[in-house]
């Protein structure tokens, strides 16, 4: 299920989970997002669209 709601709910809502975390759990989501930023980031870039 998405969560969709006003940005100003849905930012509440992130600050409380984060709150919530331990300082691990807020170290491992940090270095999972740092992760995926850099696999976007040096992902080939393809021309071709798949049918």
């Known amino acids: ?3 969709h709601a006003h940005p100003s709910k849905m ?3 992130y600050i409380d989970e984060i709150r919530k975390m331990s300082p ?3 170290f491992d989501k940090m ?3 740092i992760e995926i930023s850099y696999l976007l980031k040096t992902a080939k870039k393809s ?3 798949n049918k």
């Open 11 to 13: 930012e509440a809502r």
């Open 31 to 33: 270095m999972a997002i």
């Open 1 to 3: 299920m998405l969560n």
């Open 47 to 49: 021309n071709r669209i």
């Open 24 to 26: 691990q759990q807020r």
